[in-house]
């Protein structure tokens, strides 16, 4: 790997990230193209452990034509977002169910929660 680039998707700016290897750095990754240091720890956390937010929808008891939207509550790795998707397709959920509603504590071991998006009564 010499030189890997990417858009920054911190802000709107969507600053062009040029990340290298520098075994020199404290962080082990030279950045440039960023405009803020928001956009040079996303670069070097893209590297080191990237993660995301998950969203997707799941299966509500007892009707067929509607889905629960859901989010995890915070980042997790980027590796285990199929395991947890794996989780969500089995998943079904009892209405009412009002938005920040707790689906599943630390989903996959993650130590991000599975909160409904959405209310529905």
């Known amino acids: 790997m010499d030189k890997i680039e990417k858009t920054c998707i911190i802000c709107p700016i969507g600053c062009n990230l040029i990340i290298e290897k520098d075994p020199e750095s404290k962080d082990g990754y030279r950045v440039s193209g960023n405009k803020c240091n928001r ?11 990237p993660t995301r937010i998950l969203t997707s929808t799941v299966k509500i008891r007892g009707v067929s034509n509607k889905m629960l939207p859901v989010r995890t509550d915070r980042a997790i790795p980027k590796g285990k977002l199929f395991q947890v998707m794996d989780v969500l397709k089995e998943l079904e959920v009892e209405l009412p169910i009002k938005a920040g509603d707790l689906i599943i504590e630390n989903i996959s071991n993650t130590n991000a929660n599975l909160i409904a998006s959405k209310s529905i009564v």
Not at 39 to 49: D, K
Request: proline share 0%; net charge negative.
């Open 39 to 49: 956009g040079l720890q996303y670069a070097i956390e893209e590297m080191i452990n």
